[in-house]
């Protein structure tokens, strides 16, 4: 069994102590590449520099909405930076950019930096990775205006089947991590139980995302066979099956 993480915070200090015995761990369990999104302009000198170091390490640049407020680059450089890393070999995607409700940066400057990502994966031929909390609607409306012909992932997705239709009916797939390993996220569990496998990928969201059990842990990319075989049950297939469906998904969107 071979699996990819398409969405880890490797870089983050939460794993300064022990990178390499946790990675060394993901490969005994069958975790052989993952995706490092980025963050913040200040964060991607050093997530490119660590992706370098491994051969199935991969990275993305982009503007988390959480970390808008810090951005110290104004809108015209952070454009030109995004194309900049945008096009190196190991940069496989724009984000982790999007929309959340929590914050408290308006919504008519959280559109302008999430289509600011989007024109950049137009231009680029890169797929993107979408934050979207509590901003359905927006989202849908602003990706159908911009639509990247690479498509990109609803990363931790949490909604229902209708919005999960229409996030892949315009080239997104679903980020499966882990809340489908809770009871009360009936919603999404039961959205991810009737799209089709071709739709999904696993991701962890290390150092957060705790499955059920673990809550207050640090996370880690070791848990992605676990959010697996969670997946393999809710869908009634074999871990096998759902691990070689989400690598080359995986592998397919993101050029790998």
């Not at 005994?28 to 964060?43: D, E, F, N, T, Y």
């Not at 496989?92 to 929590?102: F, I, P, R, S």
């Not at 890169?126 to 990109?152: C, F, M, S, T, W």
Request: proline content about 5%; glycine content about 8%.
């Amino acid at each position: 069994m071979q699996l990819i993480d398409s969405h880890c915070h490797f870089d983050f200090d939460a794993f300064a102590d022990d990178r390499d015995r946790v990675w060394t761990s993901c490969r005994a369990l069958g975790v052989r590449g993952m995706i490092v999104p980025g963050v913040s302009s200040g964060q991607w000198p050093d997530l490119f520099a660590l992706v370098s170091r491994q051969p199935h390490w991969y990275g993305a640049v982009g503007l988390h909405p959480w970390w808008i407020e810090r951005e110290p680059l104004p809108v015209d450089v952070l454009r030109q930076r995004l194309l900049e890393y945008g096009a190196r070999g190991d940069c496989v995607a724009v984000g982790e950019c999007g929309l959340d409700k929590g914050l408290q940066v308006s919504l008519e400057r959280q559109e302008a930096i999430f289509r600011l990502h989007l024109a950049a994966a137009c231009e680029l031929h890169l797929p993107v990775i979408v934050h979207v909390h509590r901003y359905h609607a927006q989202a849908l409306r602003i990706l159908k205006d911009v639509r990247p012909a690479k498509g990109g992932v609803i990363h931790a997705f949490s909604g229902s089947e209708e919005i999960a239709r229409e996030y892949w009916q315009l080239g997104f797939h679903l980020g499966i991590g882990g809340t489908i390993t809770y009871e009360r996220a009936g919603k999404t569990r039961r959205a991810v139980a009737a799209m089709p496998m071709e739709s999904l990928l696993l991701e962890s969201d290390a150092p957060d995302m705790p499955l059920c059990g673990h809550q207050g842990e640090r996370n880690s990319p070791e848990r992605l066979p676990e959010i697996a075989a969670a997946l393999a049950r809710l869908r009634g297939i074999s871990v096998e099956e759902v691990a070689a469906h989400t690598r080359d998904n995986t592998q397919r969107l993101f050029s790998l």
